[in-house]
């Protein structure tokens, strides 16, 4: 068969045009998310997923060579999920405990958030859970804060799908604490303009947590894409930034 030039130069524009459809076919996660949880993750006003964690596992996904793709679902029922497949793994704000590593693995640990107490301003004489005995304190429900509550029997825990619920009834005065993860305080209690001026932050963290993205108990494929995106952003200051932008 004779190539003529022009047929050269028309199968070589062809091969140029295929090459961005080629270059974008990346291997996709699918990630679980519970979008009530700001600054890690949450809707803006236009009803867009934002917040630390979804930067930083975009910009992961930009140093590994993997799409992220963030699916908001609901904090109740969200390792069920990950187990039946409905996502790939999860990413909201998952605190890396030893009893879940014994049904799902975690990447590298990405940021450290420990529990505090969040009262009213009004409340005078409590720097300390402890302090609390009798009274109900608010928690998200399956998280380490109502762990950490359930540990003093005394104490009332109240728990609730979304952190947001527990804040406002600590507000009017159905509790007279929330315990949550520090970030996610700073964030009601600091940069929110409606509960900054009737809420503050009592003690210092009171636990050591780290965060991680888990995937289904034996998943290397994805949990390797993940750590070599991960570890990237850590090491090139990425993570830092993203710190200082949502957590500071």
């Not at 890690?40 to 910009?59: C, H, P, R, S, Y």
């Not at 109240?158 to 993860?181: H, N």
């Not at 303009?193 to 993205?213: D, N, Q, R, W």
């Amino acid at each position: 068969m004779k190539v003529t030039t022009k047929t050269l130069l028309a199968l070589l524009v062809l091969a140029v045009a295929g090459l961005p459809a080629l270059a974008q076919n990346l291997p996709k996660i699918v990630f679980g998310s519970d979008c009530t949880f700001p600054p890690m993750e949450f809707l803006d006003t236009n009803k867009q997923i934002v917040g630390f964690d979804v930067d930083l596992i975009n910009a992961a996904a930009k140093a590994a060579g993997f799409e992220a793709v963030v699916k908001n679902t609901a904090w109740d029922g969200i390792f069920a999920g990950l187990e039946a497949g409905d996502y790939d793994a999860v990413l909201s704000s998952v605190t890396i405990t030893d009893q879940r590593k014994k049904v799902m693995d975690f990447s590298v640990p990405y940021v450290n958030a420990g529990q505090v107490l969040i009262v009213r301003k009004t409340t005078e004489g409590v720097t300390e859970l402890s302090q609390l005995a009798g009274k109900d304190v608010g928690a998200q429900i399956g998280t380490t804060g109502a762990i950490e509550v359930a540990k003093h029997p005394d104490i009332k825990l109240k728990t609730y799908d979304e952190i947001g619920l527990a804040v406002d009834d600590l507000v009017i005065g159905r509790l007279e604490g929330v315990v949550v993860d520090s970030p996610t305080a700073a964030s009601y209690v600091l940069q929110n303009p409606t509960y900054k001026a009737k809420l503050m932050i009592v003690g210092a963290p009171f636990t050591s947590e780290f965060y991680g993205v888990a995937v289904k108990k034996g998943d290397t494929k994805d949990l390797d894409l993940i750590n070599k995106g991960l570890e990237a952003v850590i090491k090139d200051g990425t993570r830092d930034a993203l710190v200082k932008k949502w957590l500071q």
